[in-house]
């Protein structure tokens, strides 16, 4: 049965892949789920939600092999700060869980930035909106549906152990 996120691509007529993946032994982070759906961590990207001051948000989709560099961002965004929103706001804001946020179909649409490397890729892999699941897209798809520019704001290799997708 499709989820909402799949039923707003299949209604945008935006092609993907749904993928799942075992999560009963715990490995939910990043690095995990790229060896699960056997694709290049350089081609599966997180969703990071942040927080400008005066409760602006902003979303930012990363390689999980990276870490989104929050000077960069604040950049992009035209902000002087930008930090990530604590957890337990996730839900309320996104509708979506830590592990499973999706950019596509928050509760709210908030700016949204990709990774450039993104542009790279035929396609790329994004949480499917939950824990389990993971979809393949084209990265101008993706930035078709959820209005999101191209940025230049990963910085590095992340920790295999870094925030989930």
Do not use: W
């Not at 999706?102 to 993104?118: L, W, Y």
């Not at 939950?130 to 590095?156: H, K, M, S």
């Amino acid at each position: 049965m499709k989820n909402n996120v799949e039923r707003l691509l299949d209604t945008a007529g935006v092609s993907y892949l749904a993928r799942e993946y075992p999560v009963e032994d715990g490995l939910i982070d990043g690095m995990s789920i790229a060896r699960k759906i056997g694709e290049a961590p350089e081609q599966v990207f997180k969703t990071l939600v942040t927080e400008a001051p005066g409760h602006e948000y902003f979303v930012f989709v990363v390689p999980v092999c990276n870490e989104l560099n929050l000077k960069k961002a604040a950049k992009v965004c035209g902000r002087k700060s930008i930090a990530m929103i604590p957890s337990k706001q996730l839900l309320p804001l996104t509708g979506y869980i830590h592990g499973g946020c999706s950019p596509v179909g928050m509760k709210k649409a908030f700016p949204t930035f990709i990774d450039e490397t993104a542009i790279l890729f035929d396609h790329i892999c994004v949480s499917g909106g939950r824990v389990g699941l993971n979809l393949a897209v084209a990265p101008e798809a993706l930035a078709g549906i959820t209005c999101a520019e191209f940025a230049d704001i990963a910085d590095g290799f992340a920790h295999p152990f870094s925030n989930g997708v």
